[in-house]
């Protein structure tokens, strides 16, 4: 076989190599989450019971807005980004007959961490609003988050009602991302990474499971909640329907490098061969 073209092979192996590798033998990263005004995701809301039985009790959007001007827990303005969450879910009324019960909350985003400043709940059965202030910013997600990340979160909440009345109370949570998986909803099939999240470190009997999706950005695939066999058996749980993400910070694997030294043995080889040929010549 001709010298060259065995070299031609040897390239295109290594390249093929280059190029796949990482795929097995590296986990993706996701970067911090870029929020970008008109992004939103639609989620279906319902439960489990422990026997499968599945029932459907609503609907949930989450909109991205434009930023502002907000104080934070140090006094200090700072840029939020603002986002409204707009949840629907069928109640029965006292009455016994079942109603459509809305309720939307406004959140105010810190922009350096995607940690909640301040957050504003209201709705038809809400006597006023119930604002809950943040010190500091709270949040459910360490990034970048990959395999094996783990964290903690303390922060105080305070709680003020529509009677001026406040109530402060400490916030105490953590978190793991446990591994990758795949999951499918009708907005699609999505390779995620799991995050299991205890928002009361007091009681690691209750849980979250989150599944982010570079492709979904700051908002999951799905979330459960689960509360403990001492509680009741009863899943909660939201799935993505349909969403749109703007451009957001992701580096699972990218082929730079590969092509700069699939380059660099080629220029290698060219020279190599150049030499040879003037010392046969």
Request: aromatic letters at 12%; glycine letters at 10%; proline letters at 4%.
């Amino acid at each position: 076989m001709n010298i060259g073209r065995t070299y031609v092979i040897i390239l295109c192996s290594s390249l093929v190599f280059l190029f796949m590798a990482p795929s097995f033998l590296a986990t993706f990263t996701m970067e911090q989450p870029i929020l970008t005004e008109g992004d939103f995701w639609t989620y279906e809301l319902g439960t489990i019971e422990s026997d499968g039985t599945k029932t459907v009790a609503g609907e949930e959007r989450i909109e991205v807005g434009g930023t502002t001007t907000i104080t934070d827990g140090h006094g200090q303005q700072v840029s939020a980004r603002i986002v409204t969450e707009t949840r629907e879910v069928r109640v029965e009324s006292d009455q016994g007959e079942e109603k459509l019960s809305t309720v939307t909350t406004t959140y105010y985003y810190d922009e350096s961490s995607l940690g909640i400043i301040e957050q504003v709940t209201e709705g038809p059965d809400m006597t006023g609003e119930l604002i809950g202030s943040f010190n500091p910013p709270y949040w459910t997600v360490e990034w970048p988050l990959s395999v094996g990340n783990e964290w903690t979160v303390n922060s105080n909440n305070t709680w003020t009602i529509y009677t001026g009345e406040r109530n402060s109370q400490p916030v105490n949570s953590s978190g793991i991302c446990r591994n990758e998986t795949e999951i499918t909803t009708p907005a699609g099939t999505f390779s995620c990474l799991e995050v299991q999240s205890w928002p009361q470190r007091q009681d690691m009997d209750k849980y979250d499971l989150l599944y982010f999706s570079q492709e979904t950005g700051f908002q999951p695939v799905r979330n459960e909640k689960h509360y403990g066999a001492n509680a009741y058996s009863t899943v909660v749980y939201m799935e993505l329907q349909e969403f749109h993400c703007g451009e957001y910070g992701t580096s699972p694997h990218t082929p730079g490098f590969e092509i700069l030294l699939a380059f660099g043995i080629l220029l290698g080889f060219l020279v190599w061969r150049k030499k040879r040929e003037q010392k046969n010549g």
